[in-house]
Structure formats: C-alpha cells, structure tokens
C-alpha cells in the first residue's frame, strides 16, 4: 500500500520570507511524486511532479520541491512567500510498479502567508 | 495545461432527490476518470475509478447504487448522486489522466458543492 504524510496541518510564514511544507511517502515501488493546490471552493491545481532524474524539481508560481529518496520526503518550497500563496496544499504520490493506476492524497496543509 | 470542465459549481437538492454531475475534458481525451469526495478540513477521498466503456471500479465502502458512475465517452463521465440525503452534502471533485502521458500527474475539475435539504 501506498501513503503520503504531511505532519503540519498548518503553515505560517511572513512574506517575503522562504516556505517549506513538508511531506514524506511510503511506497513500495518507485514513486511518482506530485504536489498540487487548492484554493476555496476551488479544484486542484498541478503544481509540481517528480518523476525521475534531478532531485530538485522546479514547477509553477516560482515552487520547488526536492525528493530525497533515503529519507522518502518531498518537500515543497519556496524562496520568498507571497500573500497569494496562501491555499491548501497537497502532497500526492502514485507508486508505478505493477502499472498501478492510483493516486494518494496527503491531508493536506494550510499554507498561511502573513503580510 | 490540459483541461478538465465540471458542470454544476453548485447544486442544493431536496432530501430523495438525484442529483447528476458532469465531469468534462475539455483539450484531451481521457480513457480514466476518477471521482473524490472532499469533506471539510479534509483531505481527498476517491470514491470511484470511471472507465471509458466499462463499469467503474469502486473504492472500497462506497455504494455503488448510491454513486452511480457513467463514462460514455473519452471526454465526459457523470456522478449520478442518486436518492441523496444531508450526508451527502459534500465537495465532490473530478480528476482525469491525459492518455499517453506516462507521468501521469491528474488534471482536476473545479469542484461540484452539493448541499441537500
């Protein structure tokens, strides 16, 4: 079976100020990490995918996440936050072995960008 | 990016009554769908894969009378919420994988909020 974990429910950062929502995964197999998005009442945006290749993986609005295999984590970042980066964030993960079609949602953690 | 229409936003129903959403991609075809539920504070729960052509598989502890999944065609699958009462009440959202794209990072509808009376 497959999770992810996302431990803060919450995240309060200045403004300006670097960010960092952390998430860890558990597969099996090699994963596929995903990072999305979600503002109120609103669906998910795909922010950020790792597949392969450099660990660090650069995405949409200026976010980055690194994967760190040895310690099953991908942690969204980001070097100076803004206030419209405040949203619900979600860390995804898809183990591919077996052709395995499903996707794992973490719990999801509330950015909060304070001004 | 590729995009997914969900049709309705909204929808407030009255207690034993059906209520159909539509899940639509709108630049790509997409062989698999796939519904969640959303409650408040919470994360994603997948309810159902839909499958172009064939019966959805479901997740397990979600009737399958209850959600009744339709996927005629590569650009549209339906929940059909049928006899739906307040616990029902829910975010539910779409997602769908671009056929071909190995990678397979989902594109999401906007959300359909269901309020039943």
Redesign the interface.
């Known amino acids: 079976a497959q999770s992810v974990a996302q431990p803060e429910d919450q995240v309060n950062v200045a403004e300006g100020n670097p960010l960092t929502v952390k998430c860890t995964y558990s597969v099996s197999g090699n994963p596929?990490l995903?990072w999305?998005v979600q503002y109120p009442?609103?669906?998910?945006?795909?922010l950020l995918?790792y597949?392969t290749g450099d660990n660090l993986v650069k995405g949409s609005y200026g976010f980055e996440a690194e994967f760190n295999k040895s310690q099953t984590s991908f942690h969204l970042k980001k070097p100076s936050a803004l206030v419209s980066d405040s949203a619900l964030y979600?860390c995804?993960v898809?183990d591919?072995s077996g052709g395995y079609?499903?996707?794992t949602?973490?719990?999801?953690t509330k950015l909060q960008v304070i001004p | 990016g590729a995009v997914v229409s969900q049709h309705p936003s909204w929808v407030i129903c009255k207690s034993g009554t059906s209520v159909k959403i539509e899940c639509r991609s709108l630049d790509f075809q997409a062989t698999t769908m796939f519904w969640y539920r959303q409650f408040p504070k919470q994360s994603l729960m997948l309810m159902a894969t839909s499958n172009e052509g064939s019966k959805a598989t479901y997740e397990q502890g979600v009737e399958k009378d209850k959600f009744l999944i339709n996927h005629a065609s590569l650009t549209l699958s339906t929940l059909t919420v049928t006899s739906a009462h307040p616990e029902d009440s829910s975010f539910y959202i779409c997602s769908a994988r671009v056929v071909g794209w190995g990678s397979g990072e989902l594109f999401f509808g906007e959300g359909s909020r269901l309020t039943v009376l």
Do not use: E, S
């Open positions: 596929y995903f999305y009442n609103r669906g998910l945006q795909f995918k597949i979600f995804a898809r591919i079609q499903k996707v949602f973490g719990i999801g």
